[in-house]
């Protein structure tokens, strides 16, 4: 109770209080008037206006609560609350769920979460990064941020850890649960995802088993589960287990209305239609009683088949296969059939089985048991006795309860065995090193009538609530002796006396136990013993005063009445044991009983468990019966038995005694060794709220959320709270939240002294604070008292500065109207005199104008009479003119109409007997055509009449073309008439004016003939009407004329039209066409970095699994370890697995489990990436295809260019070749005729002249001669062919040996006298050589032809494996289950393709290997051509010069030349080349010392060298070398440095290679010096794509690596750092500080982001990185700044206010400053910034009317619908003279966006990297001029 001096100032006027309400529960009101002490009663009034006078008791004063100020509402932690009670609490909660959509609150170390009823975005994986790796108080509470800290927790403290979900039915525990599994899931980043994908998917099963639909819930768990995810010590899941508890097994056979039985049989009976499911005999849900009890077989939003293919890929994915589904499928749809079964009676005590419909044989036939057996138990039972066993039959409602607990027990050993597979599958051989439990486990729960379902379900959160008051006390304990405080024992509920009475020793549990033992034990019996032994003895025991079969239990939460009716049958569980027998008799089990018998016998034991453990199939036979009734028949191993077999006996044993426990017995059992588990672990608790039993989406129930409140501990929690100090500051928070109630003599260097002075003179009960280390701690309500205080201050410091400023406003008022004043009275003064001037002025004039007025009207009167005389005189004298007229002109009338009269009757007797003529005519003309009638119907019958017909319509058609061509004659005739009229009618007004000009000139003539003047002018008027009617004619040809211009002009203008839409169309179609191809270009681009960016994951990913087989192969080499046929492990880059057979099955072989895991999960990795790049690649393919095509019609082109050149040079060297061999034939016989002439001569010592071998030597050298002269060229020719290919290597020396051996012959010595010159001998030499070549080449041929037979034999043989392969595949995978099956062919096909991939790399490197050799042999060629020319002239002038005596080859000397900009190598040196230059290479030294990107043009100097050696090899050989020793430095070296200067030597690098390559786009740009050391022989654009490559990975890298750097200073310093002092004011939060996982790091501010983008920015250019990609650089940097702002400020509530969008645009502002100092506003990095200014403006500008909400929607263009609504659901006034946005307003702008079409996403993807481009930067630098520093030992490089 507070005392009378705060009760004083606390409850005073205008004061809000809350009061009980039956309606709302708690209801607001304000004091109107201020309580005393002593007051009986409260003058209220309602928010609505109502007054009301609130009673008080005299005797115990209890005043209502207070209400916490408007500024706390709303907050993050119920703790913060200064007034901390039931009401706030409950207004608190439904501010944030109905007002803010937020469900998640803290309470605490609790978090409180109201299910919503409705999808929300807010479990996605961005929201995930957003909360991974932050404290839990730093963010907006969330499961997350509980995921989170029990994570980091388990991390830094290695202690397991637990989150307790608890709830009451449909509140969302198992979605809570299910997305705290996620998060580990996703942050534990485990090597292995399998793992974490074998979690996730126990979900779908366990929810498909255990969940079904009920009154208040769609998904709701009927049974409790705890799940424990192990991690490793590098925090990475390894496996996971669950403990199953008080499985709800009567929703079997019972369901309430509008409920239904467990998911799975709904969506069994969905796929009763499928082919595999068809043995199974089911049908529609309606058709089993066991599914259609709560006729509500269908969920809205649900679909069944979808479902259930869900749950069967997850029982794939954990390994259960397809053998075992079907199995447990069959047992099901057992079970369903078992529910059918009708039991008829047949007497009064006995009954029958009515199997007309046949769903016993079914089940029989399913479970394979005996139909008469399971049919007679069905109806009796056995009891024994000690002499004999009788069977008894049994009455028909015994029967069907007999027959619904054996389904029960059927579907729970059924939920064990799959459950126990889940843990089989998630488990791990090594040994968690620690724990993350997740207990999903019922809320208290208390209904109209409440059984023992709910008695455990209340007992098991008595244990729960008690271990939390221990926790939250245990916490509260450790803070106050932290902080060094005194503190006293708190009194908090101990509900230990509740659980004694549950379930100690003479508990209601030992009683119920004791009840079941007894034989004749029944409910009643039991209900007497315990009001025997607990009424009047327990307190937390009552009776009901109107039943004597029910109990009251007073639990923590509320009094719950049970019914003892069904706990003794629900507590023993009991089954018919024959019922068992007979399944136990099934022939499955039986089988396996005989095999386990015989394995037992002549199997090792220990052989035997390893086959088990391993998790192979020891035999097929096996059948899930027989798997769910192993644990209680496998049988005894013998004595000799292994320990293992021991082992598993004694489990045997222990499973019958298992068996023979009470539900209640096992139930606590588990549930102690749960608490156990938990009090071992550090726990973390969510409660789940359900906020109204209508499924409503963000309503609130006040009742039932009070009701859950209690019942889950949250109250009790707020009540141990505010026990205590639940408000808790640092001394610099309340320094900077409170400084307006210091004076400045209270202000001291230390703010902890400062605080203290303070508080003592303000709040003077020193129990209402304590002073710790780092924190002021304060009692309930202080807070709210100390905001009293400030807002009084501030209250009077605004009447003040408002009295002053009123005073000032009103003196500047009285100044301004004394000065107008003034002002007025003189501007009136000169006017009054003004005006006295004008009157006088205006006298004068009038008097003049009086005397001008009177003269003007005396002499008008005088001129208006004589004007009237005159007219007077002159109207007499005309009409006495016009009466004499007018008789002469009736006279002449008279004359006139006589005249007319006669002749009309002239003409009308005319035309009377014209009628008649005419009517005869017709007459007659009628009779003579009725004729012609008759004769052309007789025709008409005719069938020639037909024919004449069509050729009369031909006629017809011809004559009416024909008369149609005639009307346009007429028309144009008539058009000629019209204008001939046109020009008759002008003549004759022409002709009439002439005469009427005669008429009027003999005007006075005719006044003498009047009688010639008026047929004149009779004639006249005909002559005008006749002219009228001209004029009618020509207006109506007109009209028509101008209709028909009028509808071709509007024909024209439609045509014009059309022809501008479809103009239009074709431009907006193609702009669209051309926007659509510029999207998909872009967005290519970006899927193509994307890409790479995989494919470097992938290939460090298999680097490391690489080097980790490596080592585990160094470190155990297992033996006999064969690799899988589908598999390459030779050539596959990324998938490497190895599987055991069962000959190979040892100890050794779990040695290999790591890494046949770790290359299953690479494989499970790729297998959803292969279909992506499989398709990629055909696309790829098809275009490399389209290129291929178009490159090989070019190269055809060249090779038969080539072929012909080729095929003539061959021709013309074979007639060369032929015509040789012919002279050598002729030399060789004139060499023998000139031997025998020297031997027939040898007699004589010297041949005489005119001898006869004289003539014959003379005539033969003369015939030499002359084919000498004539062969010479051709022989020059051969020669220099010969030189070039370097075939006279060998010639040379054999030249030298010949010459010698013939020098010394002196049988040739004066042949060599003969041939002074040697060309003889050269020919005889050249022809031997091409004697040789030719042997050498049809050698060369003989040889390749042979290699060409033996790869197609070894192809053959390789086909012929394959084809076995596939066949021994094809053949296995028939064998397999369906997902194996699908695996295996996945393996295959993922092998097949990773293998035709190589192949055509391999092709594509041996294409162009083609190409670059055809190219050169081209070359060669070419220059032949040229060669012979220059050849003959050099021999012909200079012949002495090129050949010696001895017949050596030609040498030219080499002139010297200046240097090219190339640098030789050799081979050996290019690893010593790499290593100086990229591995051991120091950006730091080099960005400093040397000139930017020398490296790169280094190596392209080396290139340049291999190119113009055209050395294809080197080439190929230093660029890949190149570009992989720049991946293992960035790999091992990931520093900021190094890879910013990789960067740019790769990008130089890249542009040396476009800027040399020779292609026109590149060499524009160049000087003629470096356009001739473009490179000439190879085409380098496949490595280019290659670099272009490798420089996206780089800048990837390095972007990835400036966000690490930047991501944890870019919220500190953007949004908590106040860089404007004095505006931003701290919110009274009292937060308590939760426990962070890692010691609090450095602050940061902006200037620190600004110093990292300076270091970032000039580190960038001193590296020589090109301008436009340091502008792209700068953009991605910014667009992360702005994502990491904005989703912190959308995720964090108290950021959410006026002064804080202050403080950010400021930032923005830094960081535009900032932009403009560099010159980089162009870059679009400020734009990228859009968001969050706009985000800024939206926290600032005025959010109240209708106008303001379409400013906001104009504004707020970069946001999106979901983040507007979010920052106005979120902002927070820091102040009180701040308001709240209003929940109209929030609407007003949701209808107002809701036309906008965008992402539905909240947070902003701070992953993505835009897609960056390489422009073409050409170099200045000459590489002539570059020189090599001593530095860098480059001495073995030779400039060429």
């Not at 509900?495 to 004694?500: A, D, E, G, H, Y």
Request: proline content about 3%; glycine content about 4%; charged content about 25%.
């Amino acid at each position: 109770m507070q005392s009378a001096m705060a009760a004083l100032d606390l409850y005073s006027k205008c004061s809000r209080v809350w009061i009980p309400d039956t309606t709302e529960v708690w209801r607001s009101a304000d004091l109107t008037a201020d309580y005393s002490p002593g007051d009986t009663v409260l003058h209220l009034e309602l928010e609505d206006g109502t007054e009301l006078e609130y009673k008080l008791d005299p005797k115990n004063v209890v005043l209502p609560p207070l209400r916490n100020p408007d500024i706390l509402v709303g907050e993050n932690d119920l703790t913060a609350l200064s007034y901390l009670h039931e009401p706030a609490v409950l207004h608190n909660l439904r501010v944030r769920f109905t007002d803010s959509k937020l469900i998640y609150t803290y309470c605490g170390i609790i978090l409180v979460a109201i299910n919503p009823y409705e999808s929300l975005q807010i479990y996605g994986a961005d929201i995930i990064n957003a909360y991974s790796g932050q404290n839990m108080g730093d963010m907006d509470p969330h499961i997350f941020a509980v995921a989170e800290e029990a994570y980091k927790q388990m991390a830094r403290d290695e202690k397991n850890q637990s989150i307790i979900v608890s709830g009451e039915s449909g509140a969302g525990k198992t979605v809570s649960a299910k997305y705290a599994m996620r998060y580990f899931a996703t942050v534990s980043s485990s090597a292995e995802a399998s793992v974490e994908e074998k979690v996730l998917a126990s979900s779908p099963i366990m929810e498909a088993i255990g969940n079904a639909k009920t009154t208040r819930n769609d998904n709701s768990s009927r049974f409790g589960k705890y799940i424990e995810i192990g991690f490793d010590r590098k925090h990475h899941i390894i496996g996971a287990n669950m403990r199953t508890y008080l499985l709800e097994k009567s929703r079997v056979v019972f369901q309430a209305s509008e409920e239904r039985n467990y998911h799975i049989f709904y969506q069994l009976c969905v796929c009763a239609h499928l082919p595999e499911f068809e043995h199974l005999k089911l049908g529609s849900a309606d058709d089993f009683p066991y599914t259609n009890q709560g006729r509500s077989p269908l969920i809205e939003g649900v679909n069944d088949l979808r479902e259930m293919q869900a749950t069967r890929k997850a029982f794939s994915l954990l390994g259960i296969t397809e053998t075992h589904q079907m199995g447990l499928f069959q047992i099901l749809s057992a079970i369903l059939h078992l529910g059918n079964v009708e039991v008829k009676e047949r007497g009064s005590s006995s009954c029958a089985i009515s199997d007309e419909n046949g769903h016993l044989a079914v089940f029989c036939d399913l479970t394979e048991v005996s139909y008469e057996s399971m049919a007679h138990w069905l109806c009796h039972k056995k009891l024994k006795t000690a002499t004999e066993t009788l069977n008894k039959p049994v009455t028909r409602m015994e029967a069907v309860n007999g027959r619904d607990a054996l389904s029960k027990h059927i579907y729970a050993k059924l939920f064990s065995w799959i459950v126990g597979q889940v843990n089989k599958a998630l488990s791990t051989s090594s040994k968690p090193h620690s724990f993350i439990g997740v207990l999903d486990i019922y809320g208290f729960e208390t209904f109209e009538v409440n059984s023992f379902e709910q008695f455990c379900i209340n007992y098991a959160n008595e244990k729960l609530q008690q271990q939390f008051n221990m926790h939250v006390f245990k916490l509260e304990q450790e803070e106050y002796m932290k902080e060094q405080i005194p503190w006293t024992l708190i009194d908090f509920y101990d509900n230990q006396p509740c659980i004694n009475l549950i379930e100690a020793k003479m508990g209601l549990l030992d009683l119920l136990d004791e009840e079941c033992t007894m034989p004749k034990g029944s409910d009643d019996s039991w209900a007497q013993k315990l009001y025997n032994t607990h009424l009047k003895k327990s307190a937390h025991f009552e009776k009901p005063r109107m039943s004597n079969k029910a109990f009251i239990i007073q639990h923590f939460a509320d009094k719950v009445e049970y019914q003892c009716d069904g706990f003794l049958e629900k507590n023993k569980d009991t089954v018919n044991e024959e019922q068992i027998n007979v399944l136990k008799a099934s022939k499955g089990l039986q089988s396996n009983l005989v095999l386990l018998t015989t394995m037992a016998l002549e199997i090792h034991c220990h052989l035997l468990f390893s086959f088990l453990t391993l998790g192979f199939p020891v035999y097929p036979q096996f059948t899930l019966l027989a798997e769910l009734f192993q644990d209680e028949e496998t049988p005894t191993a013998p004595s000799t038995t292994a320990p293992s077999g021991r082992a598993k006996f004694g489990r045997t044993t222990q499973s019958f005694r298992e068996h023979k426990k009470s539900v209640g017995l096992q139930f606590r059992n588990s549930l102690h060794l749960l608490m156990d588990t938990l009090n071992a672990t550090t726990p973390h608790y969510v409660r789940c709220i359900k906020p109204n039993d209508l499924k409503a989406p963000f309503m609130m129930d006040p009742h039932r959320a009070v009701q859950q409140l209690r019942a889950c501990g949250v109250l009790e929690t707020i009540r141990i709270s505010a026990a205590g100090f639940p408000s808790r500051w640092t001394y610099q928070e309340f320094f900077s939240r409170y400084r307006v109630l210091m004076k400045q003599k209270d202000i001291l260097s230390d703010r902890k002294l400062t605080c203290q002075s303070v508080l003592e003179r303000l709040v003077q009960d020193k129990d209402k604070y304590q002073f710790g280390k780092s924190k002021i701690f304060f009692r309930a309500g202080q807070v709210a008292y100390l905001e009293k205080l400030r807002a009084d201050k501030l209250r009077k410091a605004c009447i003040h500065i408002q009295k002053t400023i009123r005073c000032w406003v009103a003196r500047k008022k009285y100044l301004r109207i004394r000065q107008a004043a003034i002002t007025i009275q003189r501007y009136v003064r000169g006017h009054q005199a003004r005006c006295l001037c004008h009157t006088l002025r205006r006298t004068r004039a009038a008097v003049i104008f009086q005397k001008n007025i009177r003269m003007w009207a005396t002499r008008r009167q005088y001129q208006r009479q004589k004007a009237a005389a005159i007219l007077i005189q002159r109207l007499l004298r005309g009409y006495a003119a016009r009466l004499e007229y007018k008789q002469l002109v009736c006279e002449r009338k008279a004359l006139l109409i006589q005249r007319w009269v006669r002749g009309f009757l002239a003409r009308w007797r005319f035309r009377r007997i014209k009628r008649a003529v005419v009517y005869l005519q017709c007459c007659v003309r009628r009779m003579l055509a009725r004729r012609e009638l008759k004769k052309l119907k007789i025709e008409a019958r005719s069938v020639e009449h037909y024919k004449k017909l069509n050729v009369g319509m031909e006629n017809k058609i011809m004559q009416l073309q024909r008369k149609l061509d005639e009307q346009h004659k007429e028309n144009r005739e008539l058009s000629e008439r019209i204008s001939e009229v046109e020009t008759h009618n002008a003549a004759e007004l022409e002709k009439l004016n002439l005469q009427l000009k005669t008429l009027q000139g003999s005007e006075e003539e005719a006044r003498q003939r009047t009688d010639q003047v008026t047929s004149l002018q009779e004639e006249l008027e005909l002559v005008r009407q006749e002219l009228e009617r001209n004029k009618e004619m020509v207006a109506e040809l007109n009209e028509r004329n101008t209709l028909l211009k009028s509808e071709k002009d509007e024909m024209n203008r439609l045509i014009q039209e059309q022809e501008k839409q479809i103009i239009e169309k074709l431009e907006s179609t193609h702009q669209a066409f051309t926007e659509h191809l510029q999207a998909q270009l872009n967005e290519e681009h970006f899927r193509y970095q994307n890409l790479l960016t995989e494919h470097l994951k992938l290939e460090e990913h298999y680097a490391d699994l690489k080097s980790e087989k490596e080592a585990a192969e160094e470190f155990s080499k297992p033996a006999h370890n064969r690799a899988d046929s589908g598999y390459s492990s030779s050539q596959s880059e990324s998938i490497h697995s190895s599987e055991l057979t069962g000959s190979e099955v040892s100890s050794l072989g779990r040695q290999d489990a790591g890494q046949m895991a770790a290359d299953v999960s690479l494989l499970l990795k790729l297998q959803r990436r292969v279909s992506e790049l499989e398709k990629e690649k055909m696309d790829l393919q098809s275009e490399m295809d389209t290129k291929e095509e178009q490159l090989q019609q070019e190269r055809t082109k060249e090779l038969e260019e080539c072929q012909r050149v080729l095929v003539a040079e061959r021709d013309y060297e074979a007639l060369k070749r032929q015509e040789l061999e012919s002279d050598n034939k002729k030399l060789k016989k004139d060499l023998q005729e000139l031997r025998q002439s020297l031997s027939k001569g040898a007699g004589s010592k010297v041949t005489s002249p005119g001898g006869q071998a004289y003539n014959v030597l003379l005539e033969q050298l003369n015939s030499t001669n002359e084919e000498l002269d004539v062969r010479k060229e051709e022989v020059l020719i051969l020669r220099s062919q010969l030189v070039s290919q370097k075939v006279f290597k060998h010639k040379e020396t054999a030249t030298e040996g010949d010459s010698n051996d013939s020098s010394r012959s002196p049988t040739f010595h004066d042949l060599h006298e003969l041939n002074e010159d040697g060309e003889l001998w050269m020919a005889y030499e050249s022809l031997k050589e091409t004697n040789r070549l030719l042997v050498s080449q049809l050698q060369t041929q003989g040889q390749s032809h042979e290699k060409e037979v033996e790869g197609m034999k070894a192809e053959l043989q390789q086909l012929r494996a394959e084809l076995d392969q596939q066949q021994q595949m094809f053949s296995d995978s028939l064998e397999l289950p369906q997902d194996a099956r699908i695996q295996a062919s996945l393996q295959h096909e993922i092998s097949r393709l990773t293998q035709q991939n190589l192949d055509l790399l391999e092709q594509m490197g041996k294409q162009d290997k083609m190409i670059r050799k055809l190219k050169k042999h081209l070359k060669i060629y070419v220059k032949k051509f040229g060669e012979p020319e220059a050849g003959v002239h050099i021999e012909q002038s200079t012949p002495e010069n090129m050949i010696d005596e001895s017949g050596r080859t030609v040498s030219i000397a080499r002139k010297e030349r200046d240097f090219q900009g190339m640098l030789e190598y050799r081979r050996e040196d290019e690893s010593k080349l790499l290593k100086i230059l990229i591995i051991e290479l120091k950006p730091r030294g080099v960005a400093v010392n040397l000139i930017p990107g020398l490296p790169a043009y280094i190596l392209f100097m080396c290139l340049r060298h291999a190119d113009y050696a055209n050395d294809d090899q080197r080439v190929s050989t230093l660029l890949n070398s190149s570009i992989n020793a720049i991946k293992n430095v960035l790999k091992k070296k990931g520093d900021f440095e190094t890879i910013s200067f990789w960067l740019a030597n790769t990008c130089r690098f890249l542009h040396c290679l476009r800027q040399y390559s020779g292609e026109e786009a590149y060499t524009k740009h160049n000087t003629p010096r470096q356009n001739k050391h473009c490179l000439t022989n190879f085409d380098l654009s496949e490595y280019r794509q290659v670099l272009s490559d490798l420089a996206i990975q780089i800048y990837q890298q390095l972007i990835r690596v400036i966000e690490n750097i930047l991501h944890p200073m870019i919220a500190p310093a953007m949004l908590e750092q106040e860089t404007i002092q004095g505006v931003m004011g701290v919110k009274p939060t009292g937060m308590r500080k939760r426990t962070t996982s890692f010691p609090e790091e450095t602050s940061y501010t902006l200037e620190s982001i600004l110093k990292q983008l300076d270091g970032f920015y000039y580190t960038l250019l001193q590296h020589g990185n090109d301008t436009e990609l340091v502008r792209q650089f700068i953009k991605q940097q910014f667009y992360v700044i702005c994502s990491v702002t904005l989703n912190n400020l959308l995720l964090r509530k108290d950021m959410c206010s006026w002064s804080k969008g202050l403080q950010i645009r400021y930032n923005v502002c830094q960081l535009e400053e900032w932009l403009l100092d560099k010159e980089l506003q162009g870059s679009g990095a400020r734009e990228s910034l859009e968001p969050l200014i706009q985000a800024a403006q939206l926290l600032q500008i005025k959010k109240k009317s209708q106008d303001d909400a379409d400013a906001i929607c104009t504004m707020c263009t970069a946001l999106t619908n979901e983040q507007i609504v979010k920052i106005l659901s979120l902002y927070t006034p820091v102040n009180e003279f701040e308001e709240r946005v209003s929940i109209s307003f929030i609407k007003s702008i949701q209808t107002l966006l809701k036309d906008r079409k965008e992402s539905s996403q909240l947070l902003m993807d701070a992953k993505i990297i835009f897609p960056v481009t390489f422009p073409f930067s050409p170099s200045t630098v000459a590489l002539e001029t570059i020189q090599l520093p001593s530095s860098l030992n480059l001495s073995f490089l030779t400039r060429v």
